[in-house]
């Protein structure tokens, strides 16, 4: 009688044994396959998906624009997550998009969860904060929070100080229910995306990595008004690079001065700060505001010209000049004009 129970005991075990490595093994299929990676090849195409699609009809729509590799594991995807009959009709925007849990989640949402929102060129992370507190209603602490998280930024592959510059700024589909991570994950992804299809798309002229390439491309979004001036502002950059001068961006010093952007004084430029390019030479740490794709595009194709100065000309233009003696006239010209506007 012993000897019967201690088999049915260990028969017993190895049932529950069993029963909780499929449940672990389910549980990391599960995983796997909503994490699996995409990249739309043009995120910013909406696709729409027609009334009445089937599950296998929406993934080879999503293949033909170049969004799915693999159809049979969205398919699967929609399966293990019960939402085959859940697909909801209309136009999609996909920016950002980068697993196939996330697809599923959007396309599987209704509408009315889904919010427009847009972030401007040269916006920092704490202006991205407050517009998507203003739409989304997140928790700004938590959002600020995790761009200085250096555990979520490795996970994402940032080596920077802060996700400052990795957001990028567009007009995104996000859902009510995303986290404030889920939207992280969402911004640095189209980041990351645009610098990857830039370097696909160009021939460099300069070659910069990842963190160089937007620490630049922050400055001249710092400087620049018209996306026109842009390459001419970045070959002024890397002229002072290449011959080991200070850059004196002004925009680095608004960076680093507390408060809302203000006209800045001598003392201003004092200021003890590794951001500070008026007394360290080279790029700063890390981007000083998130740029757009104009800006990444000028800061590894600037023209080519042997300027080393500019002033701006107080209507969103500027005067560039070869040396300091041709910057100072530039200076004294446009000062004359403004005493003569000023008297007339």
Known sequence: MPKHNFTSERVYNIAIGVGLTLFAISLALYSIILSWEIDCEHPERPITI???????????????????????????????????????????????????GQLVKVIASQSTDRVKVTMLEGWTVEQFADELKDRLQIDIFEFLRLCNDYNFMHGLNIEAPSLEGFLFPDTYILLKTY???????ILVNQHQHNHRQLL??????????????TVLASIIQGEAVYDDEMSI?????????????????????????????RRLYNKDLDIDSPYNTYKYKGLPPGPINNPGLSALKAAIMPAETDYLYFVSNGEGRHIFTRNNEEHNQAKMELKRKRRLKGKM
């Not at 019960?82 to 996909?94: A, C, E, P, V």
């Not at 986290?179 to 994950?185: A, G, N, Q, S, V």
């Not at 970045?234 to 809302?260: E, F, W």
């Open 200 to 213: 696909k798309e160009l021939k460099p002229v300069r070659r910069l990595n990842m963190l160089e390439m």
């Open 179 to 185: 986290t404030e991570e889920e939207i992280l994950r």
């Open 233 to 261: 502002i970045s070959s002024v950059y890397h002229n002072r690079l290449d011959k080991k001068m200070l850059l004196q961006a002004d925009p680095t010093i608004q960076y680093i001065v507390p408060g809302k952007p």
């Open 50 to 100: 027609p009334k009445g699609a089937s599950a296998a009809a929406v993934a080879e729509l999503l293949k033909q624009e170049s969004c799915l590799e693999n159809t049979a594991i969205f398919k699967l995807a929609l399966t293990i997550t019960m939402k085959n009959r859940s697909i909801r009709s209309g136009r999609y925007n996909l920016k950002g998009i980068s697993s196939i």
